[in-house]
C-alpha cells in the first residue's frame, strides 16, 4: 500500500517510501529533499552575490548561522496555533515540554520559519554591514528552490494535501497506508473527512482516497514565481523589489492554494497562513508602488543589478 496515484492523468507510482535504508540507517526522504533544497539555495544565493558585488562566503557563514533560528521559528509558530494540542490535560509539564521539541512527528511551519529567517537575516546583514535589500534579493530564488523541495517532501510524506475531489488533478493515496490510530487522529483532526471516505475510488485494486494535491499547486506556482524573477532581475528598478516580489506572489499563491487544505493551522474560523499570506502581500505591494511612485517623481533609487556591479556592496 506504498504507492501514490495520480488517475486522472494516467500517473502511478506503485511504491514510494518515506524513507532511505543506508548501511542499516533510516533516513527519512523528507529530510533529503530539505537538505538538497538548503544546499540549492545556498548555491543560488551565493552566485547571485558574486554578480551583484557581495561577498559569497558571508552567504555561506549566513546559511549556517540560519538553520537553528529557521527551525525554531517554524516550530515555535506551529506551537502557538496549535496550543490545544500541547497543553491537554494529564502531560505534566516534562511531557508538555518534550511534545513541543519533539519534531520528529512533524508540526514545522513554513511561515515560522521565514519570518524567523527574515529576523535573522536583517541581523546578519546589518551586522556584516551588507547591504539589507540587495542581499534580500539575492536569497529570493535560492528560497523558492528551497519551498519547491520542501513541498515534495510533503509528497513522500503522504500530507499537506487538500480537500476531496474527483478533479483530473487528483491525487488517490491508498486508505490503509495510514495506520488505524494515525487515520483516527486525523480523522479527529478534519484532515481526512468523511467525504473522502465516503467517496473512495479503486486504483490498481486499491482503495484511495482523492484530494487535491496541495503540495504540487503550491510547488508549481512557487516554480512559475521563481522563473519570473530570474528573467525579470536584469530589468529590476530598485534593490529590493525581487524580494518584494517573492512575498508578493508567494503571499497571493498560498493564500489561493491553503483554501483547498484540511490541515490548516487555524485562528478562530479563519486560517492562519491565508492571513499571512494577504496582509504580506499587501504590505509588499505597497512598498513596490511607493518605490515606483519614487521613481517617477525622478528620485534615483539604490539599484545593483545582476552583472552591473562588481563593487563591494555596504549598507
Not at 478533479?167 to 490503509?176: G, K, N, Y
Not at 539604490?302 to 552583472?307: C, I, K, N, Q
Request: charged fraction near 15%.
Amino acid at each position: 500500500m506504498d504507492g501514490i496515484y495520480f488517475p486522472g492523468l494516467g500517473i502511478n507510482f506503485s511504491n514510494v517510501p518515506e524513507k532511505l535504508n543506508i548501511f542499516g540507517l533510516s533516513i527519512p526522504l523528507y529530510a533529503v529533499v530539505i537538505t538538497a533544497g538548503f544546499i540549492l539555495a545556498l548555491v543560488i544565493a551565493s552566485s547571485e552575490a558574486k554578480k551583484t558585488g557581495h561577498d559569497p562566503e558571508l552567504y555561506l557563514d549566513f546559511f549556517l548561522v540560519l538553520v537553528i533560528p529557521a527551525i525554531l521559528g517554524a516550530r515555535i509558530y506551529y506551537i502557538l496555533f496549535n496550543l490545544d494540542r500541547f497543553t491537554g490535560k494529564g502531560r505534566g509539564f516534562w511531557g508538555t515540554l518534550w511534545d513541543m521539541i519533539n519534531i520528529r512527528n512533524g508540526g514545522l511551519a513554513v511561515y515560522g520559519g521565514l519570518i524567523a529567517g527574515v529576523t535573522a537575516g536583517v541581523i546578519f546583514a546589518k551586522k556584516k554591514k551588507l547591504h539589507v535589500p540587495l542581499f534580500a534579493d539575492n536569497i529570493a530564488m535560492g528560497v523558492l528552490v528551497g519551498q519547491i523541495l520542501g513541498r515534495w517532501g510533503n509528497f513522500f510524506n503522504r500530507e499537506a494535501f487538500g480537500s476531496f475531489t474527483k478533479s483530473v488533478f487528483r491525487m488517490a493515496i491508498p486508505v490503509d497506508y495510514y495506520s488505524e490510530s494515525f487515520m483516527t487522529y486525523m480523522k479527529d483532526e478534519g484532515i481526512v473527512t468523511d467525504q473522502m471516505l465516503s467517496n473512495t475510488e479503486m486504483v490498481n485494486g486499491v482503495s484511495c482516497i482523492t484530494v487535491h494535491p496541495s503540495f504540487l499547486y503550491e510547488g508549481m506556482w512557487n516554480l512559475f514565481l521563481l522563473l519570473f524573477i530570474f528573467f525579470y532581475r536584469k530589468h529590476k528598478r530598485f534593490d529590493g523589489e525581487l524580494a518584494m516580489i517573492y512575498v508578493f506572489g508567494y503571499g497571493i499563491g498560498r493564500f489561493l492554494v491553503e483554501a483547498s487544505r484540511t490541515d490548516s493551522l487555524m485562528i478562530g474560523p479563519l486560517k492562519v497562513s491565508q492571513l499571512v499570506g494577504l496582509v504580506t502581500a499587501a504590505v509588499a505591494a505597497a512598498i513596490i508602488i511607493r518605490n515606483y511612485l519614487s521613481i517617477k517623481k525622478g528620485n534615483e533609487p539604490v539599484l545593483h543589478r545582476v552583472g552591473q556591479s562588481g563593487e563591494k556592496i555596504e549598507d
